[in-house]
């Protein structure tokens, strides 16, 4: 993979993968749950064992600039920079956070059907439209879907995705997310609403997808009781996917990392 440089966020690690090297950009924060650019700056969103939420800062030669603490984020899932802001799925509230890029504004936000048991932990943004994972369905709690939503974060429409979904990320009308408990990538088409799935793994976790011109970079890790999903020391990976086969090209050991969570292209 010579010529891709991946940001991971792991249990232990926030990770530079760049040809065929680990290099720890930094430990010691909590668990790592998100990364994102941000303005010729990346920032990985980490989980305190405290339970307080921070956004660590890196410049453009991944040189650690400075950490924020947030407030009040609960459980706190992906994070994204879109427009200006930076969100926040704020799982244990079950909002979005939208924070400035000054980091002195924040507010929270809900939509009219939100519900607690929904397990928001994914948010993106495309074509003029807020898109966020709900883990769970509240008629079904082993289905998730993905909600649209304007960009008054008034909901427009439902697209299934899964069981346990993770994961929101377009390629022009092309959406893709992590049917996480199935371990299957799901491929969904936003105008002709064909729904295409892959089966990638067994008996794994998947979370975090980045897309290229011809590949797929799909997070893998070993799957745990919740609990003791992020403290048992095992392995993870990144399974590099042929984007037009939906077929595995080679995978990527990150050697006791614990849980890979998030990953980005830089």
């Given amino acids: 993979m010579p010529n891709a440089t991946l940001l991971i966020a792991t249990s232990r690690y926030a990770i530079r993968y760049a040809n065929g090297k680990i290099h720890h950009l930094q430990s010691g924060k909590g668990v790592y749950f998100g990364v994102t650019k941000a303005n010729g700056h990346y920032v990985f969103l980490a989980r305190n064992k405290k339970k307080f939420t921070s956004l660590e800062f890196f410049d453009a030669n991944f040189q650690f600039i400075k950490s924020h603490r947030v407030e009040d984020v609960e459980d706190g899932h992906q994070l994204r920079f879109i427009n200006g802001y930076f969100y926040i799925a704020n799982t244990g509230k079950n909002c979005i956070t939208k924070i400035s890029e000054n980091l002195k504004e924040r507010e929270d936000l809900f939509w009219t059907d939100a519900d607690n048991d929904n397990h928001v932990n994914s948010i993106n943004f495309c074509n003029e439209h807020f898109y966020i994972v709900c883990h769970r369905d509240k008629a079904n709690k082993d289905n998730g879907h993905v909600l649209q939503l304007a960009e008054d974060f008034s909901p427009l429409k439902k697209i299934s995705v899964g069981k346990h979904p993770h994961d929101i990320e377009f390629e022009g009308e092309i959406l893709y997310s992590n049917d996480s408990r199935?371990?299957?990538?799901?491929?969904?088409?936003?105008?002709?609403?064909?729904?295409?799935?892959?089966?990638?793994?067994?008996?794994?976790?998947?979370?975090?997808?980045?897309?290229?011109?011809?590949?797929?970079?799909?997070?893998?890790?070993?799957?745990?009781?919740?609990?003791?999903?992020?403290?048992?020391?095992?392995?993870?990976?990144?399974?590099?996917?042929?984007?037009?086969?939906?077929?595995?090209?080679?995978?990527?050991?990150?050697?006791?990392?614990?849980?890979?969570?998030?990953?980005?292209?830089?």
């Fill in 182 to 266: 199935n371990s299957k990538l799901i491929k969904f088409d936003l105008q002709t609403r064909k729904r295409t799935v892959a089966k990638l793994s067994s008996a794994h976790l998947q979370r975090g997808i980045a897309i290229d011109k011809r590949h797929l970079f799909i997070g893998l890790s070993k799957e745990a009781k919740r609990r003791f999903r992020h403290w048992f020391i095992h392995s993870g990976y990144v399974l590099k996917c042929d984007k037009k086969k939906l077929k595995i090209i080679e995978t990527i050991k990150l050697p006791r990392v614990g849980q890979v969570n998030d990953l980005i292209l830089s």
